[in-house]
């Protein structure tokens, strides 16, 4: 790929200034909406003129699409703003329509069921709540509308609601997860006539607390989504002949049926993989060679998915799976079945396999970089914030400058840690490499990303990782800040995005990524306070305010975070040895019977919950029980989840 295909970034102005382009001219359906819809939610979020105009326009393009039409003639009358034009910010993609595998006819099914179930007539408001509800709620609004209900249609957030007079509320929104954002607009909803909620579930226990709060609640069930239809029996191999363009020449492949267990993850779940992931199916194809083994995985179908198409087509790489065919909402991979995890310490070759990987896949996969007004991505402010203590834009400018010395490329799905693997020939493999590009919570296109993480997947350390990067990039130039960067940067979203439900295995692994996480970031925050004192004239060098151990029970105990702000831990004496560790681990095995997984990482024992977030207030008294059988209450640590040494300080 060269520089003249270089991928654009999904900005605001780039899809006003697409919309403007094509007036008067044939458009995709699913495209045309999902660009008014950014647009519209773009101007509510920031609360500027035009929010209403570009709301009308959705709805009367959700009226069309609804209707069955797959191509608009792009209204002539698009009256958008010049700082519409001009603003280079990301879409804000909605996780439900850009990764979990929620598409537009789930939200036309959705209203059909409330319009089978409701029990009364009269007015209604539906109220997309921002960001992933207001790219549902107009296709809601328009079912609802051609069966005769009086409707109008509004985007909310909590705390600020439109006029509702004596309509009911129907709040849409994303798949949720707890409910409580839900619940709490429910109650809040001004107006006599009350609220009822509307939603995609993966699990009808998701909403199980709005019902219990006696909230009225519409939902449609996974197995009725429409991505989780696509790979039933039959409907597959229909899609593949009707929208399949396959990378291999000759005759196209034929499904020649489905893997036993892992027919559809949706309905099947696999396992290690999470129930909010798009569904998947493992497959065996007919070819002229022989009978191959595929997976077929969701691809959103409209805008959002458009990058992710390009990098399925586009990489070329022994180390990730082989791309066999792409369709609008389907990517068919060669099927990898893990046969090793990697362990703590791979063979130093894999760390090397691995930057090779990651530097390939920025060659192909550039992006264009950032024009002038791009803004500065908010995460950097967060993290210049934690390290200087204070609102410093130097610090933020200092940051991203330090980001900005590889070119810009396609982040690899925020390059997961668990997905690295070998494979049943003892190859290393790297699944999930087809992005699901320009994610809100990663603002940042840089390949320092996907090299950073690799500190975490393969517990090497920054150090490592630098070296690599220094051998095949020549010039002398020392990369550990930039990769401090990263990190911190990484490990923000990611901290906040480690399953929070857990089989021993999962909870194994996610204990292990946690505390690998977290002791990068605080040897990453050391690193970069040092490097923004050297260049802050006159400022004096501070002692990093990096906590590494607990004095409090953690809220959430797997929750790695930037790692300022705390109260520096004293310095702590070498763990136990001998007689000591006997009775360290029979302390644990006592407290931790039924809580707690104890996973061993070099000279440290991580304790896993087993349990989801709702038993981890029981499990933390449990905590506080366990300093006490300790020869040394110090023993026990924090660092993304409860540790407790074994031998060297952890």
């Not at 900005?404 to 190859?427: H, M, Q, T, V, Y």
Request: proline content about 10%; some cysteine; hydrophobic content about 45%.
């Amino acid at each position: 790929m060269t520089a003249s295909t270089a991928i654009r970034p999904l900005t605001v102005g780039r899809l006003a200034r697409g919309l403007v382009a094509q007036a008067g001219q044939p458009v995709p359906a699913l495209r045309c909406y999902e660009s008014l819809a950014a647009l519209w939610i773009r101007c509510c979020d920031i609360g500027v003129p035009g929010a209403q105009l570009l709301q009308e326009m959705t709805f009367r393009a959700a009226r069309r699409l609804a209707a069955g039409e797959d191509t608009f003639v792009a209204p002539e009358d698009y009256r958008i703003t010049n700082w519409l034009l001009k603003d280079e910010s990301l879409v804000r993609l909605p996780a439900s329509l850009a990764v979990q595998g929620v598409e537009w006819q789930d939200a036309i099914a959705l209203a059909r069921i409330w319009l089978e179930v409701r029990e009364q007539d009269g007015p209604v408001l539906v109220a997309g709540v921002r960001t992933g509800g207001a790219y549902l709620a107009p296709l809601v609004a328009a079912q609802l509308e051609a069966a005769g209900v009086d409707v109008r249609l509004a985007s909310v957030r909590p705390g600020v609601w439109p006029e509702v007079g004596d309509r009911r509320v129907l709040l849409v929104d994303d798949p949720p997860l707890t409910g409580r954002t839900l619940r709490s607009l429910a109650q809040d909803v001004p107006g006599p006539a009350g609220a009822e909620v509307l939603v995609p579930v993966f699990d009808a226990a998701d909403v199980q607390g709005l019902r219990e709060a006696g909230i009225a609640v519409t939902v449609l069930p996974r197995e009725q989504w429409q991505s989780t239809r696509r790979l039933q029996p039959g409907a597959l191999s229909v899609y593949l002949t009707a929208a399949a363009d396959w990378q291999c020449a000759g005759r196209p492949p034929a499904v020649d049926g489905f893997v036993p267990g892992r027919e559809n993850s949706a309905l099947v779940p696999w396992p290690g993989l999470r129930r909010r992931s798009p569904a998947k199916a493992a497959i065996r194809l007919c070819t002229p060679q022989g009978v191959r083994h595929a997976v077929a995985g969701w691809v959103p179908p409209g805008i959002f998915g458009d990058a992710a198409r390009a990098a399925a087509t586009a990489v070329r790489s022994a180390v990730p799976p082989a791309t066999l065919a792409v369709a609008p909402a389907l990517v068919i991979s060669e099927d990898l079945t893990p046969a090793a995890p990697l362990g703590p310490k791979p063979a130093p070759h894999r760390l090397e396999e691995a930057v090779d990987y990651v530097l390939a896949r920025a060659r192909q996969l550039p992006m264009e970089p950032g024009g002038r007004g791009t803004p500065m991505p908010a995460v950097l402010h967060m993290v210049a914030r934690a390290i200087t203590g204070e609102d410093d834009p130097a610090a933020a400018v200092r940051l991203h400058h330090l980001l900005s010395a590889l070119a810009p490329a396609l982040p690899d799905n925020r390059c997961e840690a668990e997905k690295w693997f070998l494979d049943d020939a003892g190859r290393l493999r790297k699944t999930g490499h087809l992005a699901h590009a320009y994610r809100r919570d990663n603002e940042l296109l840089t390949p320092l990303l996907d090299l950073a993480a690799l500190a975490v997947a393969f517990g090497s350390g920054l150090e490592a990782v630098a070296e690599s990067l220094a051998r095949r990039l020549p010039g002398g130039r020392s990369w550990h800040a930039a990769l401090a960067v990263a990190l911190l940067c990484y490990g923000t979203a990611r901290g906040e995005q480690l399953p929070r439900t857990y089989n021993p295995q999962r909870a194994a692994e996610t204990a292990v990524e946690a505390y690998r996480l977290q002791r990068g970031m605080s040897e990453a925050a050391g690193l970069l306070q040092h490097v923004l004192n050297d260049t802050a004239a006159g400022r004096k060098a501070a002692v990093p305010r990096v906590v590494h151990r607990w004095s409090q029970p953690p809220g959430a105990l797997v929750q790695p975070r930037l790692p300022f702000g705390g109260t520096p831990a004293p310095e702590t004496r070498p763990g136990p040895e001998d007689e000591e560790r006997e009775m360290t681990l029979k302390a644990v095995a006592r407290r931790a019977e039924g809580r707690f997984h104890p996973v061993r990482e070099g000279q440290v024992l991580l304790l896993a919950p087993v349990d989801g977030p709702s038993a981890w207030p029981q499990a933390r008294p449990a905590l506080e029980d366990l300093a006490g059988l300790l020869p040394r209450p110090a023993l026990l640590g924090w660092c993304g989840v409860p540790v407790v040494s074994l031998g060297e300080a952890g």
